[in-house]
């Protein structure tokens, strides 16, 4: 039903994170990773959908990039311990302060840098790196452009209904023109991915307590 290159990408992303032992709870705990991973994917994929032949990814690495983006949190957390609670901490005390910047701060790097060293190392696709380490800069349209956009449209998104750590719930415009798609598509297909709300937080629980 889903299809053979979304299965595979999907084991291949919950292999890749599955190592990683870190807490469940907190604002970059197991739960919160799989939740804003499985709703990020299945939107990131529908948004893919929507751009012009010429432009469109294949659906099955546009799936990955989104379950994958964040990597660099449970990296964090299963490898540094001590910063990835302090990490926790500060999120959790300033929600509205932007992610990057705590990271900046108490890490002197940011999650994307982390997860794209660890997925170059097991030399997974261009694509998905370029979407882990970009996927927070709007501004990016060097290779492979597309997939850092999709996943940042979709995190402006989920934002809005309270899920991950965008730096805003606005969609930018330069980005839907670069992707060639319309804000309203884009409400479009959150909406579809949203009516699948239960059985996306069925899997992430599932997910995050195997």
């Given at each position: 039903v889903l299809g053979y290159?979304?299965?595979?990408?999907?084991?291949?992303?919950?292999?890749?994170?599955?190592?990683?032992?870190?807490?469940?709870?907190?604002?970059?705990?197991?739960?919160?990773?799989?939740?804003?991973?499985?709703y990020s994917a299945a939107l990131t994929q529908g948004l893919s959908s929507l751009l012009p032949t010429e432009l469109r990814p294949s659906p099955g690495l546009a799936y990955l990039a989104g379950l994958l983006h964040n990597l660099g949190h449970i990296l964090l957390?299963?490898?540094?311990?001590?910063?990835?609670?302090?990490l926790n901490k500060f999120i959790?005390?300033?929600?509205?302060?932007?992610?990057?910047?705590?990271?900046?701060?108490?890490?002197?790097?940011?999650?994307?840098?982390?997860?794209?060293?660890?997925?170059?190392?097991w030399?997974?696709?261009?694509e998905t790196i370029i979407a882990v380490k970009e996927h927070h800069n709007e501004s990016y349209r060097g290779p492979f452009a597309i997939f850092p956009l999709l996943v940042l449209t979709s995190d402006r998104i989920l934002r809005q209904q309270g899920i991950g750590h965008a730096s805003s719930g606005m969609l930018p415009s330069a980005v839907l023109q670069f992707l060639e798609i319309s804000e309203?598509?884009?409400?479009?297909?959150?909406k579809r991915v949203l009516e699948k709300g239960p059985e996306l937080t069925a899997m992430a629980n599932d997910l995050a307590t195997a």
């Open positions: 290159e979304l299965v595979l990408n999907l084991a291949l992303g919950i292999a890749a994170a599955k190592p990683f032992k870190v807490p469940r709870k907190g604002p970059l705990g197991l739960d919160a990773f799989w939740q804003h991973a499985l957390g299963h490898l540094f311990k001590q910063e990835y609670l302090i959790a005390q300033e929600p509205d302060r932007p992610l990057l910047e705590i990271e900046m701060e108490v890490l002197g790097i940011d999650h994307g840098q982390l997860g794209a060293w660890l997925m170059q190392s030399r997974l696709p261009e309203y598509e884009v409400l479009a297909v959150t």
